[in-house]
């Protein structure tokens, strides 16, 4: 819709949008693996096409990566207060006793290896007397010089996975330690030279924990693989199925931080896009989603604006989030110490005022590029904006620069993969059927940007009575997978004003071009 006019609402990269804890997988090498830490951001997306009234939104925001966990401590160690005493040979050979204790946490520490011998069997947890099995560390499992046996709670805290994947020669180790409940399954550490995991090393699914509680999600870890991914070096994710949001939500912004899904999207349902708060849905595998309540709350915690809260964008950086979101068609930025919030306004005042740039002021969305620099890209209209952000992240390095590419009307979203930079954005109104996302791309994050010869990437499907697919973000996850979230009109009976948030897989050619969508039910 022209600016001003009709609002196509789709509001939030992470590195793309996206943002999050990272799963590393550990190293093939006998001598012990280093720990590589990877980060990925994730992306948002914003909308537009409504009317006067509510003009376009947009969101963004670029998932900062982890810091790791912590170096592991030298040479194998036990727990012994009480099970069978387990001492590793540091020197590579079977454990002295070759026990496991009743207490030892599931999984156990996997098979810890001095100078490339493996201790088979796991070790010993000291404590539990009701804790699952000690898992046995598979023969050749990496934990080099530097390595840690990691002993593990017993009783109530022995978590299925226990530790995943020694860390090498003063590697770190990712995650690592599963929690209290039996449930999270730990993650794989990452080693610093990216080798692969040693020959065995596996995590059975579905074992005994600490005190009853489910193994972690995982399955196994194979060959250079991260437990719980079905490719390898992920995350674990499971089977989405659309709507992944429960009720009337639009223009998401999806991301991971700290081995958690979030999606920071527009509460929609109301006439003239009226809603005046922000809530945000957490998930530990992109299937099942809680609500964790409202993050912002224009009213009560804005003094320049009550009303049109839309399409925000989420960013971290020095262990600080940054939620760039619209209201009254301004461009506001609140932080916080957690990405549940509660948020607070950092200015006191817009960021970006009504039209100042030009077009409406909607649609923030957050990129951090490789080298640790922050980009804002925005706007609603013909053209759209960017400008590289202060390291205080509220600020402005110069002027936000224009971004004309043929179709633009909001919705920015930008992201990086293999040297290339990504620009996306959505088309049309988000009033109509035909409501869609186009992409170009670029060699700088400031663009040029050259609209790709295959467009739109993502379109309706009527013969499944998918309609008005727009206003997206985008998730990459460490193993290279990338998952495309946006909205659509409700189904049955949805419109522009009553939209519901869906996932999919987003692939790419061999030349880095994207393959056009195929939406699902």
Request: aromatic share 8%.
């Amino acid at each position: 819709m022209p600016v001003q006019q009709a609002r196509g609402h789709g509001h939030e990269v992470i590195t793309p949008r996206t943002v999050g804890r990272f799963y590393g997988r550990p190293s093939m090498a006998a001598l012990g693996a280093a720990c590589l830490l990877t980060a990925l951001a994730s992306g948002c997306t914003s909308s537009a096409g409504e009317d006067a009234a509510r003009g376009d939104s947009g969101g963004g925001g670029t998932g900062a990566t982890p810091t790791g966990g912590s170096p592991s401590a030298s040479g194998g160690t036990t727990s012994t207060a009480s099970g069978a005493s387990a001492a590793v040979n540091p020197q590579g050979g079977a454990p002295a006793s070759g026990g496991t204790g009743d207490g030892g946490g599931l999984g156990g520490t996997r098979g810890g290896a001095g100078t490339g011998g493996a201790a088979i069997g796991g070790v010993s947890n000291g404590a539990g007397t009701s804790g699952g099995h000690a898992g046995a560390g598979a023969a050749g499992g990496t934990t080099g010089t530097g390595g840690s046996s990691t002993s593990g709670a017993g009783g109530d805290g022995g978590g299925p996975g226990g530790t995943r994947g020694g860390a090498g020669t003063g590697g770190v180790q990712t995650g690592g330690v599963s929690n209290d409940t039996g449930t999270g399954g730990g993650f794989a550490g990452r080693g610093t030279t990216g080798g692969r995991s040693g020959g065995g090393g596996e995590t059975t699914e579905g074992g005994a924990s600490g005190s009853g509680g489910a193994a972690g999600r995982g399955g196994t870890t194979s060959t250079g693989g991260v437990a719980g991914s079905a490719t390898g070096g992920g995350p674990v994710v499971g089977d989405p199925r659309n709507p992944i949001l429960p009720g009337l939500n639009a223009d998401p912004q999806i991301a991971l931080f700290d081995g958690v899904f979030y999606i920071y999207p527009t509460t929609d349902g109301f006439d003239g896009w009226s809603s005046s708060v922000f809530h945000v849905f957490s998930s530990p595998d992109l299937v099942s989603w809680t609500d964790e309540g409202v993050i912002l709350d224009l009213p009560r915690d804005l003094s320049w604006a009550d009303s049109r809260a839309w399409a925000p964008g989420i960013a971290r950086k020095n262990g600080t989030f940054y939620y760039y979101f619209s209201a009254d068609t301004q461009i506001g930025v609140a932080t916080s110490s957690s990405p549940t919030g509660p948020f607070k306004d950092a200015l006191g005042k817009p960021l970006v005022t009504a039209g100042q740039y030009g077009g409406q002021s909607i649609d923030p969305y957050a990129f951090t590029d490789d080298d640790g620099r922050s980009y804002l890209y925005f706007g609603n209209g013909s053209v759209g904006h960017v400008v590289e952000l202060n390291d205080d992240m509220i600020s402005f390095q110069g002027t936000p620069r224009d971004i004309a590419v043929s179709g633009f009307r909001e919705g920015s979203v930008a992201f990086k993969r293999n040297g290339i930079y990504y620009f996306m954005w959505s088309e049309g109104d988000t009033r109509s059927e035909d409501y869609d996302v186009a992409y170009g791309t670029s060699t700088s994050p400031l663009g040029p940007f050259t609209k790709a010869a295959v467009n739109p990437i993502l379109k309706k499907n009527t013969s499944q009575g998918i309609l008005a697919t727009g206003h997206n973000s985008v998730l990459a996850l460490p193993n290279g997978d990338y998952y495309i979230a946006y909205h659509r009109f409700a189904i049955p009976n949805g419109d522009g004003m009553h939209r519901e948030v869906c996932l999919d897989r987003l692939y790419f050619n061999e030349d880095g071009t994207i393959v056009p969508v195929v939406p699902t039910r």
